[in-house]
């Protein structure tokens, strides 16, 4: 027969504090062999107790009776009977956190330990990601292109590569139409070059995109970049070049300059080498225009565009295949490594007072440059964490 609220609690007492008849214990191991699994209606009555301090001490009370009572019995039958005792009011102590607070002794999610498939790895065979451009064509196709070449030409609805060899035939009516946009693509650890239909040069860094119409329009020659690109354009004052990224647009005027605009970074910047550039910017309250002259660099974010002299080497050095460090901070140089060695980065330790200088081929190993970078008193760790390689970056 079922049991009210009052008479479960009765008994549950009477059985902690020993006090217990056998025939209420039979009716207390009746009432959890038949209703425990089926009745939860005095789910309410437990909702409204102090679960954690009850089972604790109940818990206690039944270890502590259960060492008291610790001692050689004469009969089988008395042993079978304090194990029934006791499972009964453990079991009374279980249905209770079950049927108000399944997870009260397993950690909440946010506190749950994460296990992770970790793996220690040797920096010295870890090379660049891999030069693994993409063209992706108005319709949405995707084209893989030859890594072993250095770029590719656009000119006439064709793509060739710098060597002479067709790449893509846009003639299938992408060419006719101007606002038909192309995507080149480098992934981690490449770079590629685009030469664009009015002779105009563009290199890309890893991890970057540059769009750009099957043809330009009479008035204007318009692309769009993420990532980071150097620029040599052609000089045309009745079609002004003009690259967007983000909210801001730089319009330049037969010029040589860097831009990096990846996604990830607080600050984009704008340095440039010849010629000269006009950035304009919307943010949240007022247009901002910035004039830009040679060995300068432009610094955007939302909140502003800032404009600074600077020794341009270290920000084109991409370009001729270096990493170039003068005083960068951890952060800063490890985004360069993580784009080009396809790894994630994480920090431990102060590393407010580290700076890294050197000038290092990109094509040495990762083992070969964090060993220049140590000299700098940092230390460095390389694993294998779900599939992903992370580098830490320790500092003591």
Same mark, same amino acid.
């Given at each position: 027969?079922?049991?009210?609220?009052?008479?479960?609690?009765?008994?549950?007492?009477?059985?902690?504090?020993?006090?217990?008849?056998?025939?209420?214990?039979?009716?207390?191991?009746?009432?959890?062999?038949?209703?425990?699994?089926?009745?939860?209606?005095?789910?309410?009555?437990?909702?409204?107790?102090?679960?954690?301090?009850?089972?604790?001490?109940?818990?206690?009370?039944?270890?502590?009776?259960?060492?008291?009572?610790?001692?050689?019995?004469?009969?089988?039958?008395?042993?079978?009977?304090?194990?029934?005792?006791?499972?009964?009011?453990?079991?009374?102590?279980?249905?209770?956190?079950?049927?108000?607070?399944?997870?009260?002794?397993?950690?909440?999610?946010?506190?749950?330990?994460?296990?992770?498939?970790?793996?220690?790895?040797?920096?010295?065979?870890?090379?660049?990601? /891999?030069?693994?451009?993409? %063209?992706? #064509?108005? @319709? !949405?196709?995707?084209?893989? *292109?030859?890594? =072993?070449?250095?770029?590719?030409?656009?000119?006439?609805?064709?793509?060739?590569?710098?060597?002479?060899?067709?790449?893509?035939?846009?003639?299938?009516?992408?060419?006719?139409?101007?606002?038909?946009?192309?995507?080149?693509?480098?992934?981690? /650890?490449?770079?590629?070059? %685009?030469? #664009?239909? @009015? !002779?105009?040069?563009?290199? *890309?860094?890893? =991890?970057?995109?540059?769009?750009?119409?099957?043809?330009?329009?009479?008035?204007?020659?318009?692309?769009?970049?993420?990532?980071?690109?150097?620029?040599?354009?052609?000089?045309?004052?009745?079609?002004?070049?003009?690259?967007?990224?983000?909210?801001?647009?730089?319009?330049? %005027?037969?010029?040589?300059?860097?831009?990096?605009?990846?996604?990830?970074? =607080?600050?984009?910047?704008?340095?440039?080498?010849?010629?000269?550039?006009?950035?304009?910017?919307?943010?949240?309250?007022?247009?901002?225009?910035?004039?830009?002259?040679?060995?300068?660099?432009?610094?955007?974010?939302?909140?502003?565009?800032?404009?600074?002299?600077?020794?341009?080497?270290?920000?084109?050095?991409?370009?001729?295949?270096?990493?170039?460090?003068?005083?960068?901070?951890?952060?800063?140089?490890?985004?360069?490594?993580?784009?080009?060695?396809?790894?994630?980065?994480?920090?431990?330790?102060?590393?407010?007072?580290?700076?890294?200088?050197?000038?290092?081929?990109?094509?040495?190993?990762?083992?070969?440059?964090?060993?220049?970078?140590?000299?700098?008193?940092?230390?460095?760790?390389?694993?294998?964490?779900?599939?992903?390689?992370?580098?830490?970056?320790?500092?003591?």
């Amino acid at each position: 027969m079922a049991i009210n609220r009052n008479e479960l609690e009765r008994l549950a007492a009477k059985l902690l504090d020993g006090t217990i008849t056998s025939e209420e214990q039979e009716q207390l191991n009746h009432w959890i062999n038949t209703q425990l699994p089926k009745d939860n209606s005095n789910a309410p009555l437990f909702k409204q107790i102090d679960l954690a301090r009850k089972k604790r001490d109940m818990l206690k009370n039944i270890l502590m009776k259960i060492e008291e009572d610790d001692q050689p019995v004469k009969t089988k039958r008395g042993q079978l009977y304090r194990f029934l005792k006791y499972s009964a009011a453990v079991a009374v102590i279980l249905f209770i956190g079950f049927i108000s607070q399944q997870n009260l002794f397993m950690p909440k999610q946010a506190e749950r330990i994460a296990i992770h498939n970790i793996i220690e790895l040797e920096a010295d065979t870890v090379f660049s990601g /891999g030069n693994s451009p993409t %063209l992706t #064509l108005g @319709d !949405g196709q995707v084209i893989q *292109l030859s890594g =072993k070449q250095a770029g590719i030409i656009q000119k006439n609805g064709h793509l060739t590569y710098t060597n002479g060899e067709s790449a893509v035939n846009l003639q299938a009516g992408l060419d006719a139409n101007v606002n038909a946009m192309l995507t080149l693509s480098t992934g981690a /650890g490449g770079t590629y070059q %685009l030469i #664009l239909p @009015d !002779g105009s040069k563009v290199w *890309l860094n890893a =991890k970057s995109t540059i769009r750009f119409p099957s043809k330009f329009s009479a008035h204007e020659r318009k692309v769009y970049i993420t990532g980071e690109a150097f620029f040599e354009v052609v000089k045309n004052t009745n079609q002004p070049f003009r690259v967007n990224s983000k909210d801001y647009q730089v319009e330049v %005027l037969g010029t040589s300059f860097n831009m990096s605009s990846y996604n990830n970074d =607080k600050e984009d910047h704008t340095t440039l080498l010849e010629g000269l550039v006009r950035i304009k910017s919307e943010p949240q309250q007022a247009k901002t225009a910035v004039l830009l002259r040679p060995g300068e660099q432009a610094s955007i974010s939302a909140e502003r565009v800032a404009k600074r002299a600077v020794d341009v080497s270290p920000f084109v050095a991409w370009k001729e295949g270096l990493f170039y460090f003068d005083g960068a901070s951890p952060q800063t140089a490890m985004k360069q490594l993580a784009r080009w060695y396809d790894l994630d980065v994480s920090f431990s330790g102060n590393l407010s007072n580290i700076s890294f200088f050197g000038m290092i081929d990109r094509k040495k190993s990762l083992g070969s440059i964090i060993r220049i970078l140590e000299k700098s008193g940092v230390k460095f760790r390389l694993q294998q964490i779900d599939g992903r390689k992370v580098l830490k970056v320790i500092s003591d």
